[in-house]
C-alpha cells in the first residue's frame, strides 16, 4: 500500500510559476515510477511528467523545457516544478504512484489554476 498526498497547487497568473510536491507514505526506493497526471473539465486524465527509481524521466509534449520532476528519496518526495505556466496547464493535478506489478496508486489532487 501506497498513501499519496499532494501539495502546492493553487491560482497563479500567466507566465508564473508553482512547485507542486507529493509525499508517500512509504520509502520512494521501493517505489518504481512515481509521476502527475492531470485533468481539466471535460477531458480526459492526462500524463504530465514520470520519473523511474532509477531517474528516468518522461515528459508529455505540451510540458517539455517548461516542467521539471523530480524525487527526493530521503524525504519520500517527488516534485514538479512548473515554470511559464499557461491557462490551457489549468487542471487538477494528481499524484499516482507504481508498484509493480500492482495497480496505480492515486494522490486526492491538487487544483491548479492558470490565470491569462
Known amino acids: 500500500q501506497v498513501q499519496l498526498v499532494e501539495s502546492g497547487g493553487g491560482l497563479v497568473q500567466a507566465g508564473g510559476s508553482l512547485r507542486l510536491s507529493c509525499a508517500a507514505s512509504r520509502s520512494t526506493y521501493s517505489i518504481n515510477v512515481m509521476g502527475w497526471y492531470r485533468q481539466a473539465p471535460g477531458n480526459q486524465r492526462e500524463l504530465v511528467a514520470a520519473i523511474s527509481s532509477g531517474g528516468s524521466q518522461d515528459y508529455a509534449d505540451s510540458v517539455k523545457d517548461r516542467f521539471t520532476i523530480s524525487r527526493d528519496n530521503a524525504k519520500n518526495t517527488v516534485y514538479l516544478q512548473m515554470n511559464s505556466l499557461k491557462p490551457e496547464d489549468t487542471a487538477v493535478y494528481y499524484c499516482?504512484?507504481?508498484?509493480?506489478?500492482?495497480?496505480?496508486?492515486w494522490g486526492q489532487g491538487t487544483q491548479v489554476t492558470v490565470s491569462s
Open positions: 499516482y504512484a507504481v508498484v509493480w506489478p500492482q495497480p496505480k496508486y
